[in-house]
């Protein structure tokens, strides 16, 4: 089992990422898929969360509007689309994928998580 996430990088304020979180291993349309995130020194929090069919999402507060997230199943894949992007915004991101459509309200029901990709938001 397997879950890259990449598309990180080094982003001025205002700018865009596109991440991408790869998964093998598991059938993937059998799992919903959260992004979550972790700055230094902070917990770490749920940012996004896709159903298993992609017909229901979920943000935090502090990105909506920004940040949007899809799933290809075909290609294995989820995606989070962020834009406006603000120095806040800089964390390390992870992907994970549960079996329940649940939402972010408890990332314990998350079973399998990737690595992180760092996103940096800066001048």
């Known amino acids: 089992v397997q879950l890259q996430a990449s598309g990180g990088g080094l982003v001025q304020p205002g700018g865009s990422l596109r991440l991408s979180c790869a998964a093998s291993g598991f059938t993937f349309k059998y799992y919903a898929i959260g992004w979550f995130r972790q700055a230094p020194g902070k917990e770490r929090e749920g940012v996004s969360y896709?159903?298993?069919?992609?017909?229901?999402?979920d943000f935090v507060d502090s990105v909506k509007g920004r940040f949007t997230i899809s799933r290809d199943n075909a290609e294995n894949t989820a995606y989070l689309q962020m834009s406006n992007l603000k120095p806040e915004d800089t964390a390390e991101y992870y992907c994970?994928?549960?079996?329940?459509?649940?939402?972010?309200?408890?990332?314990?029901?998350?079973?399998?998580w990737g690595q992180g990709t760092l996103v940096t938001v800066s001048s």
């Open positions: 994970a994928a549960s079996p329940f459509d649940y939402g972010l309200a408890d990332a314990k029901v998350f079973e399998y």
């Open positions: 896709i159903s298993k069919s992609g017909d229901s999402t």
